[in-house]
């Protein structure tokens, strides 16, 4: 890694953030240190894990679906695959496993048996039997987006949910918007809370009172979306902007504006959250808050790796920066 910062002018810090996908690198930079990791053959964790050819990794996750979890999921093949690693994907075994000790026991000895040394959870419930299980056994856990972050013993790895929600409402505030609505996923997730929760902050900050009426807490779905845009947009007094928990949320919301016959972003501006692919694809093309889902991917990897050699992380809960994504779906407060 110093060779490759050297090599292209970087400091090793700004190397490193290209190597995890981390957002806050200029696309020119992180041109410049792909090229000369490519160059000199540079191969990020394979050196470290060169023993670990016949060492798997575990990926247990409740959705699939989602383009979300795809891209996610992209993350860690990448980097598993450049630590020599093999990536199995595991649904959750049996719907009574997460709850049931002795069956999520039985589950991860065979698990370790076949050679699995990590175990990494995507958006899933914390504490759960497998994860147990999986600490009882010693195999290293690492809890991607966990539906539950007050569980300190599972070292866990997000971006900033609460500071992601904020930017996306105080872009709409900046705009003129001043009834702003909130569609977001089910209370019980940590991270839909978390953003919220910034959602809140904003309009605190702007001196805008809350209206219980703009708020609508269900799941991370388009049906969703759908269901409650239509809600708050025939409301006697509908709002100009809706902050969305999510980009499917937020692709439901544009379904129903456009039943509604209501114009995006002329009468009603629209913002997501994860800026997956999929925001390319809405019209119009949707703003959304970026999280670095492919860097969570590589970030777990690693994690994961490193706890199976017996380095701890520095920290428990380790989070990565949001950014947001301005496109064509928000813009100016339609005038009264």
Same mark, same amino acid.
């Given at each position: 890694?110093?060779?490759?910062?050297?090599?292209?002018?970087?400091?090793?810090?700004?190397?490193?953030?290209?190597?995890?996908?981390?957002?806050?690198?200029?696309?020119?930079?992180?041109?410049?240190?792909?090229?000369?990791?490519?160059?000199?053959?540079?191969?990020?964790?394979?050196?470290?894990?060169?023993?670990?050819?016949?060492?798997?990794?575990?990926?247990?996750?409740?959705?699939?679906?989602?383009?979300?979890?795809?891209?996610?999921?992209?993350?860690?093949?990448?980097?598993?695959?450049?630590?020599?690693?093999?990536?199995?994907?595991?649904?959750?075994?049996?719907?009574?496993?997460?709850?049931?000790?002795?069956?999520?026991?039985?589950?991860?000895?065979?698990?370790?048996?076949?050679?699995?040394?990590?175990?990494?959870?995507?958006?899933?419930?914390?504490?759960?039997?497998?994860?147990?299980?999986?600490?009882?056994?010693?195999?290293?856990?690492?809890?991607?987006?966990?539906?539950?972050? /007050?569980?300190? $013993?599972?070292? +866990?790895?997000?971006?900033?949910?609460?500071?992601? #929600? *904020?930017? %996306?409402? &105080?872009? !709409?505030?900046?705009?003129?918007?001043?009834?702003?609505?909130?569609?977001?996923?089910?209370?019980?997730?940590?991270?839909?809370?978390?953003?919220?929760?910034?959602?809140?902050?904003?309009?605190?900050?702007?001196?805008?009172?809350?209206?219980?009426?703009?708020?609508?807490?269900?799941?991370?779905?388009?049906?969703?979306?759908?269901?409650?845009?239509?809600?708050?947009?025939?409301?006697?007094?509908?709002?100009?902007?809706?902050?969305?928990?999510?980009?499917?949320?937020?692709?439901?919301?544009?379904?129903?504006?456009?039943?509604?016959?209501?114009?995006?972003?002329?009468?009603?501006?629209?913002?997501?959250?994860?800026?997956?692919?999929?925001?390319?694809? /809405?019209?119009? $093309?949707?703003? +959304?808050?970026?999280?670095?889902?492919?860097?969570? #991917? *590589?970030? %777990?990897? &690693?994690? !994961?790796?490193?706890?199976?050699?017996?380095?701890?992380?520095?920290?428990?809960?380790?989070?990565?920066?949001?950014?947001?994504?301005?496109?064509?779906?928000?813009?100016?407060?339609?005038?009264?």
């Amino acid at each position: 890694m110093a060779d490759v910062a050297r090599l292209a002018g970087v400091s090793p810090t700004t190397a490193s953030k290209v190597l995890n996908g981390r957002s806050d690198v200029g696309a020119n930079t992180r041109e410049l240190v792909l090229g000369v990791m490519a160059e000199i053959g540079y191969r990020p964790t394979a050196a470290r894990h060169e023993q670990t050819r016949e060492r798997a990794l575990v990926t247990v996750l409740d959705i699939v679906e989602s383009r979300y979890a795809g891209t996610v999921l992209q993350g860690i093949l990448v980097a598993a695959t450049s630590a020599q690693a093999e990536l199995l994907l595991r649904l959750p075994p049996g719907e009574s496993i997460s709850t049931n000790r002795t069956a999520a026991r039985s589950w991860m000895v065979e698990q370790k048996k076949s050679g699995v040394v990590g175990l990494i959870a995507l958006a899933v419930a914390v504490p759960d039997s497998v994860l147990l299980a999986a600490e009882d056994l010693e195999v290293p856990v690492v809890a991607i987006d966990p539906i539950d972050t /007050t569980e300190s $013993r599972v070292v +866990s790895i997000g971006s900033t949910n609460w500071a992601g #929600g *904020r930017s %996306a409402t &105080e872009h !709409v505030i900046r705009l003129g918007h001043r009834r702003i609505a909130w569609i977001g996923g089910p209370l019980g997730s940590a991270p839909s809370v978390e953003r919220f929760h910034g959602y809140q902050a904003a309009l605190d900050s702007a001196g805008i009172a809350p209206d219980r009426a703009l708020v609508r807490h269900e799941a991370f779905s388009v049906e969703a979306g759908l269901r409650h845009g239509h809600d708050v947009l025939t409301l006697a007094e509908r709002p100009t902007a809706i902050v969305a928990g999510n980009d499917e949320i937020a692709a439901g919301v544009l379904a129903a504006a456009k039943e509604l016959h209501i114009a995006v972003p002329g009468e009603l501006s629209v913002t997501g959250f994860d800026d997956t692919p999929q925001t390319e694809w /809405t019209a119009p $093309r949707l703003t +959304s808050v970026r999280q670095p889902l492919v860097g969570m #991917g *590589r970030m %777990a990897v &690693e994690t !994961v790796l490193g706890m199976a050699d017996g380095v701890q992380p520095a920290s428990r809960h380790l989070q990565l920066a949001t950014t947001l994504s301005v496109r064509e779906s928000t813009g100016p407060a339609p005038s009264s």
